[in-house]
């Protein structure tokens, strides 16, 4: 789970789709449903939500565009195992400013494997 806040958030629908589609890629995992995103124009909760199933299982965002720098909330949950660097590369197309994230497995319980954070 990645907590994040950016400079240039996602801001169309078919970008977002296609950020996804790459970060499946980008983490050897493989789409079973491809990435949805849809704009929502909520006040407080303004901006890009999308998600995508992989075989292990999903991976889902929301970023609330409306504050400066903008913030986002990911979740990349999967039975097996993905580099955490190459999420948070993934991010920075973005441009982060900041974030924190923690890797929780949950294969018996829940225990915390691995948990940053940094301001940039």
């Known amino acids: 789970m990645v907590r994040?806040?950016?400079?240039?958030p996602p801001m169309k629908e078919a970008a977002l789709e296609s950020w996804f589609t790459e970060l499946v890629a980008d983490i050897k995992m493989k789409m079973v449903i491809p990435?949805?995103?849809?704009?929502?124009?909520?006040?407080?909760?303004?901006?890009?939500?999308?998600s995508v199933n992989i075989e292990t299982s999903?991976?889902?965002?929301?970023?609330?565009?409306e504050s400066s720098p903008a913030f986002i909330q990911l979740d990349v949950y999967s039975c097996s195992c993905f580099d955490?660097?190459?999420?948070?590369?993934?991010?920075?197309?973005?441009?982060l400013t900041k974030y924190e994230y923690i890797v929780i497995d949950r294969g018996d319980g829940?225990?915390?494997?691995?948990?940053g954070k940094a301001t940039l």
């Open 58 to 65: 999903h991976a889902a965002l929301h970023c609330w565009d």
């Open 110 to 115: 829940f225990r915390i494997v691995d948990k």
């Open 4 to 8: 994040a806040w950016v400079k240039n």
């Open 84 to 95: 955490v660097q190459t999420v948070l590369s993934k991010l920075d197309e973005y441009t």
């Open 35 to 50: 990435a949805r995103a849809s704009y929502v124009e909520a006040p407080g909760n303004r901006g890009l939500t999308g």
